[in-house]
């Protein structure tokens, strides 16, 4: 059976029609009136685009929506938002829902042939802004303009990444299904046991809710960001999945392993002022550079943003410990103590659940050692359990909301051996502290940053502080690591 027919052209002509305005204005058809009787009705956005601008009826058939000219396409309505690093680009506001994931039919399939594939062969995508920091009623999107759109197809090579995600998941199905009397027993088992080897697509709900396939949130991001100008580099070579990238990294070992960081930087030919005083992301330098990239930062290379790859630099002692504790993200604290999200829906669950660490290890000689005599040991990459995040990150993420939410957070000033205030030594100001996790409790902690202590631009409930990073303590990420092998 065939969506509902247009020629592109017209299609075209109604969603020129509706760019800039909000969905409310354009809600010809009294969408939002549902929203008075059920406030939290879901996928109103994508009910508008249909119904008010597209005209059409509502209808729950597994086949693409649309039939523009004879090709069927998959209308998608999703949210972006303006990203809290780059004020002037929009990201993704979450993952995007494709179909459902089957057991007893994708056993059956080959992927060129897939309701999956079919689903995503020919998209067109509807942009909307999704202009709040907090979780808002239904009711509210009628406020959102509709920002752009466009008919997408995929490349060669993120239809090679998506096939090998695929193939992953029916094979996880078929094993289980050729091993146990009780195949359905061992289906919650998906999303967790393949979470670190699946690059695009992710399986939600788990079951006992039926799960469905979706693209990973910063994959739609790399697609919002194209459309709206955004370039990324992208590198030479295919890589298909993480085994193709752990591949490379073990070439790489192999050739470089035992060199300095000063031969690297020399063999690369990466600019330096003082080899004797390099910046600690000299490392993140070296790393693109050895993967054939131009560009300075993983964040800048296409392969590495859609992989959800992020690089960390880990010193290691002669006696393998870690000498520091590592940054991670921003805090957001509108999104962390906003009561209408849920830790599943959130910004840090997101961060720990779909992003991975390509760790470049490096061996001190010793404790004063210049940075450029640190040896290169070889790579690892390091993910996260679910059990880790539902344990340590939501323990944070839970204690940060409780502080905040029962007005327990607190200032104090901190003391030295004597009971007398601490001064900084650089701005002559007393030292202070606030209550939030801290690592001496917490494996995941918070900890200000800034210029010095007169650049305090967050405020929450009404103190004035550092903005505030997610950390990850040093002595996990070397315990992790030395479970796990050089690639």
């Keep these: 059976m065939k969506g509902h027919f247009f020629h592109r052209d017209k299609l075209e002509q109604l969603l020129d029609g509706v760019l800039n305005k909000t969905l409310g204005e354009v809600d010809t058809s009294h969408v939002f009136d549902k929203t008075k009787s059920n406030p939290k009705v879901t996928g ?108 997408h197809e995929f490349s060669d090579m993120d239809k090679a990444r998506l096939k090998n995600d695929w193939e992953l998941v029916q094979s996880f199905i078929m094993e289980i299904q050729c091993t146990y009397e009780n195949p359905e027993s061992q289906y919650p088992r998906l999303s967790s046991e393949l979470r670190d080897k699946l690059a695009y697509i992710d399986t939600a709900p788990k079951w006992p809710n039926h799960p469905r396939f979706r693209l990973k949130r910063q994959v739609v991001t790399g697609i919002v960001q194209n459309h709206f100008g955004g370039r990324l580099e992208q590198l030479s070579g295919c890589y298909r999945g993480y085994q193709d990238i752990d591949s490379k990294c073990h070439s790489l070992t192999n050739q470089d392993a035992g060199k300095t960081v000063a031969e690297l930087v020399q063999q690369y030919k990466i600019a330096v002022k003082d080899i004797t005083k390099l910046p600690k992301s000299i490392s993140e330098a070296i790393t693109v550079k050895m993967f054939g990239a131009q560009s300075l930062k993983m964040n800048q290379i296409e392969l590495f943003q859609k992989f959800g790859i992020v690089g960390k630099s880990i010193t290691m002692t002669v006696a393998g410990g870690r000498t520091e504790d590592t940054k991670l993200v921003a805090v957001d604290f509108e999104e962390w103590t ?64 409780r502080l905040v939410w029962n007005q327990e957070l607190a200032e104090t000033v901190e003391l030295d051996k004597m009971g007398n205030p601490r001064i900084n030594k650089k701005t002559g100001t007393v030292k202070k502290s606030i209550n939030f996790p801290k690592s001496r409790d917490h494996i995941i902690f918070l900890r200000g940053g800034g210029l010095d202590a007169r650049t305090k631009t967050e405020k929450v409930n009404g103190i004035n502080m550092y903005k505030q990073y997610v950390w990850v303590k040093g002595s996990y990420i070397a315990g992790a690591l030395q479970k796990i092998r050089l690639l």
Excluded at 62 to 77: A, F, M, N, S, Y
Excluded at 105 to 130: A, D, R
Excluded at 355 to 382: I, V
């Design 44 to 151: 109103i956005a994508g009910d508008v685009i249909e119904q008010s601008v597209l005209g059409l009826q509502a209808d729950n058939l597994q086949r693409p929506d649309l039939d523009v000219d004879g090709i069927d396409t998959e209308l998608k309505t999703t949210g972006i938002r303006l990203s809290k690093k780059d004020k002037n680009q929009y990201e993704a506001k979450e993952p995007m829902t494709i179909t459902a994931v089957s057991p007893s039919q994708i056993v059956e399939e080959e992927f060129s042939t897939s309701k999956f594939w079919h689903k995503l062969e020919h998209m067109l995508f509807v942009y909307y802004h999704y202009a709040s920091a907090k979780t808002v009623k239904a009711a509210e999107y009628a406020d959102f303009y509709i920002r752009g759109y466009e008919f």
């Design 338 to 401: 906003d009561r209408g999200i849920a830790f599943e829906e959130s910004s840090i669950y997101d961060y720990f659940a779909n992003h991975q660490f390509l760790c470049m290890l490096f061996e001190e000689p010793s404790k004063d050692a210049p940075l450029c005599d640190n040896k290169f040991l070889g790579f690892k990459r390091l993910s996260f359990c679910e059990g880790f995040i539902q344990g340590e990150v939501k323990k944070t993420w839970d204690e940060v909301r």
